[in-house]
């Protein structure tokens, strides 16, 4: 135990994460969500009012969120009762590639050192198993047919991901 706690103290000591600016309201950098999405959108309020971990210099972090509110996404770009995703491929496809071409950083890890958190949605694993694959996704989903990983070894340590 004592040794786990002083990881966890050297970890809050020293971890920087870059909070990509890209990307506009709604669907990135959303304020909190309500009912089953609400941990989505607090997680990513709490974090981009954290002046602890986070920091803007990109050469300084060891992780980089990609501030994507899942809920707002499906909201804005997805056809009801469609069942075509085909639209929220294409824009995260896209979004992701912009990133990875202004910052040369990307290609360091293939992204690796990259999470989302998505909270409550049972398409976006298979949303993001593709296009996001090589990043930390935390999902918040129980549905384990969507290539659920209960850990992720990257070149930084183990992590929670779906």
């Known amino acids: 135990m004592s040794m786990f706690k002083r990881s966890y103290e050297l970890m809050e000591k020293t971890l920087k994460v870059y909070i990509y600016a890209e990307g506009e309201k709604p669907i990135f950098h959303s304020g909190p969500l309500d ?16 002046k602890r971990f986070v920091t803007k210099n990109p050469e300084k ?69 593709e296009i996001m694959s090589n990043c930390i996704r935390s999902l918040c989903n129980a549905d384990l047919r969507g290539g659920f990983q209960f850990a992720k070894i990257t070149g930084i340590g183990a992590n929670f991901c779906a």
């Not at 607090?42 to 009012?49: I, T, V």
């Not at 969120?65 to 996404?73: A, E, M, N, Q």
Request: hydrophobic fraction near 40%.
């Open 35 to 50: 009912g089953i999405y609400a941990s989505e959108g607090w997680f990513m309020k709490l974090l981009q009012e954290n």
């Open 61 to 129: 972090s060891h992780l980089f969120y990609l501030p994507i509110s899942f809920r707002k996404l499906k909201v804005t770009l997805y056809v009801p009762d469609s069942h075509k995703r085909t639209i929220i491929l294409h824009f995260l496809s896209n979004y992701v590639e912009m990133i990875a071409q202004k910052y040369h950083f990307w290609n360091r890890t293939g992204g690796a050192d990259r999470f989302i958190v998505v909270a409550s949605h049972d398409w976006a694993p298979a949303s993001t198993n």
